[in-house]
């Protein structure tokens, strides 16, 4: 519960640092936007008032928490929207993109993971061992880049850019839930499922890769300890079958500690959706907010990181509930 | 910092047998540090790619067949005898770009390794041995910054400082403060409350004596793990921020900014300007990840076992 109440305060901290980082730092935010154009004295002073740019800092800063509170980020000057709701429509993308690529990490991570864990020291636990440290040292836009020369160019399986093709994208509306491949599903489209899919396996497999190295890892530690209790010993003295052991009793108790640290790694899986979105051309948050530090258009950039900050806190949140479907010890 | 009498190196041996131990001690700290090497291979392989690279980098002007920055070569061609690695499409070498390429992201690299170390270890020791309201608020900004993802602070952090060695050195760092003041925080807490500090706060010793004497030296073993995977870290988030156009200015060699300049011509089949470059991330990080990973083992020998 500690976490819930820490959560806002969290979110202060992170609120106030982009505040002093984009609007203390050199630079005056105006000038930015306008380029080095020069414009009559009295227009900048006019848009200054407009955008509340005269009032003194503190009262900036009081103006855009109370702004914040009420879910204003303020407007883009690219795409001319709210930022808000340029958020919203930007969020499924990534969302779906942090899906699957959390569903290939966890399945590699955890396979792995339980795989070298039941053979400590041999050869298959030395091969994770060196996957692990691998795919920490590769740049995940390389990975990207790699995938998309191997998969795309050379082999012409699977599309490298966008989210559906452009015919598809023009003609399909997903106003359900954003996700296509969930919209495509609920409106019986199959064309538009697979479409997705196709466009989904490059992107989710080079974030999901990067990712499962640590996980891998982390699954690895888990299960041994698991495997070492007296729980596990009563099971194999019991008579049970191995695969009942491992995956019944030790994997389950391994799970809680993974799962925290599932939750851990959400930033970097956000982190590494940036670069990611940036390699594939993925219409989602990352790529929202380069095209605006491109720009260096504050409030989308504030109003992003803000986001983001919110949506690892509610999916940590989530992280703690579900620690009481793993483990019937936690309450509520 | 005041002397002390063991250097952290010598924390480093694995909880040996006595006999071992005795042995062990009579040998010079060089001695000891290569005999260790050869036990380890995590460890020297992590150093020979390290090495190589780090020569390699050094060495730059002697090496590199060509001039980095020289436009006089044949225009997008593939590797062949007189561009091993082929040409790019400003007419460059490429061999002699990744050769260069190291200089921004090594200096970098640790550049902010360093800073991060110095800031993050520095309020470590004084938030833990505070402890108190300034402990409780100065954890909570670690935190918060901690759980925000590295490489997004590290973006928004460039771009608004401009470009140049020193905001990257500042951005990238950032990200690892809060990794440093976590690990010394904990490690104070512990110490503080060994019998030798309590001896030397009954002797009246003042705080700044046991803070940097008597508990300071003690967290250092815990934070040499963390360096070098520091390091590998913040090389490639330094090639990342590259590749995203915030490194510094072309035509500086550079293998992240390289690799962005490769992708427009990646869908057309011309795979050389990017794999190279890549590789050479890979080699480096791979080298401080397996050395950080190397001086675990060697801190706790019994983690491997779980």
């Given amino acids: ?332 | 910092m005041a002397p002390q009498k063991e250097s952290p190196l010598a924390e480093w041996k694995p909880a040996a047998t006595s006999a071992a131990f005795v042995i062990e001690r009579r040998r010079s700290m060089t001695a000891r540090f290569l005999a260790q090497l050869r036990h380890r291979k995590m460890l020297a392989i992590g150093f020979f790619f390290v090495l190589v690279i780090a020569v390699m980098t050094l060495l730059a002007p002697w090496l590199a067949p060509f001039d980095p920055i020289d436009q006089r070569q044949a225009r997008l061609v593939g590797p062949n005898a007189t561009n091993l690695m082929g040409t790019d499409a400003l007419q460059r070498d490429v061999l002699s770009r990744v050769i260069y390429g190291g200089r921004i992201p090594l200096t970098v690299g640790f550049l902010s390794a360093l800073f991060a170390l110095t800031v993050g270890v520095l309020l470590g020791w004084i938030s833990g041995f505070a402890g108190g309201t300034l402990d409780r608020a100065l954890a909570l900004v670690m935190d918060a910054i901690y759980s925000f993802p590295g490489l997004i602070l590290a973006i928004v952090i460039a771009a608004m400082l401009g470009r140049g060695v020193l905001p990257l050195v500042i951005a990238i760092s950032f990200v690892y403060v809060p990794t440093y003041f976590r690990v010394v925080r904990g490690q104070v807490f512990q110490i503080k409350e060994r019998e030798f500090v309590e001896a030397a706060r009954a002797l009246g010793s003042p705080w700044m004596r046991m803070l940097f004497r008597h508990i300071a030296p003690n967290t250092m073993s815990s934070v040499l793990a963390v360096v070098p995977i520091n390091i590998a870290d913040a090389i490639v988030t330094a090639a990342g921020l590259a590749f995203l156009g915030l490194g510094l200015p072309p035509p500086t060699p550079d293998w992240g900014f390289d690799i962005s300049n490769g992708q427009q011509y990646l869908l057309a089949g011309d795979w050389w300007l990017v794999t190279f470059p890549g590789l050479m991330i890979i080699l480096v990080s791979l080298g401080f990840g397996m050395i950080g990973e190397g001086i675990s083992d060697w801190l706790n020998p019994k983690r491997r076992r779980g």
């Fill in chain 1, 1 to 332: 519960m500690t976490r819930l109440l820490l959560t806002p305060v969290t979110i202060l901290v992170l609120v106030t640092f982009v505040f002093v980082i984009v609007r203390v730092m050199p630079g005056d935010p105006l000038q930015a936007i306008l380029g080095g154009r020069s414009i009559p004295p009295e227009v900048l002073a006019r848009d200054r008032a407009l955008l509340g740019l005269d009032k003194p800092l503190y009262v900036q800063y009081l103006n855009y928490l109370w702004g914040i509170l009420h879910g204003n980020f303020g407007v883009s000057l690219i795409t001319t929207q709210s930022v808000t709701k340029d958020i919203l429509q930007k969020f499924p993308a990534t969302l779906e993109l942090a899906i699957f690529a959390t569903l290939v990490a966890g399945l590699i991570g955890l396979g792995s993971g339980v795989m070298a864990a039941r053979r400590v020291d041999r050869f298959a636990d030395h091969a994770i061992r060196f996957f692990n440290i691998g795919t920490f040292a590769t740049p995940i836009f390389w990975l990207g880049l790699m995938m998309q020369l191997v998969f795309g160019v050379w082999l012409h399986w699977f599309p490298v850019t966008g989210r559906l093709n452009i015919l598809n994208l023009i003609t399909f509306k997903a106003d359900i839930t954003g996700l296509y491949t969930v919209d495509g599903l609920v409106k019986g489209n199959w064309p538009i499922f697979i479409d997705a899919l196709r466009h989904l396996v490059l992107p989710s497999l080079t974030l999901g890769l990067i990712l499962s190295g640590f996980m891998g890892r982390v699954s690895r530690i888990n299960l041994m300890e698991a495997l070492d209790q007296d729980y596990t010993r009563t099971a194999r003295s019991k008579g049970l079958p191995e695969r009942t052991v491992v995956y019944k009793h030790a994997l389950r108790n391994a799970l809680i500690p993974i799962m925290t640290v599932l939750g851990l790694q959400f930033a970097i899986l956000l982190g590494g959706a940036v670069l990611t979105e940036s390699v594939f051309n993925w219409p989602g948050l990352g790529k929202y907010l380069l095209d605006e530090i491109q720009v260096r258009d504050y409030a989308p950039i504030q109003g992003t990181v803000i986001f983001i900050a919110l949506f690892i806190s509610t999916v940590s949140f989530l992280i703690d509930l579900m620690y009481s479907l793993v483990d019937p010890r936690v309450k509520y």
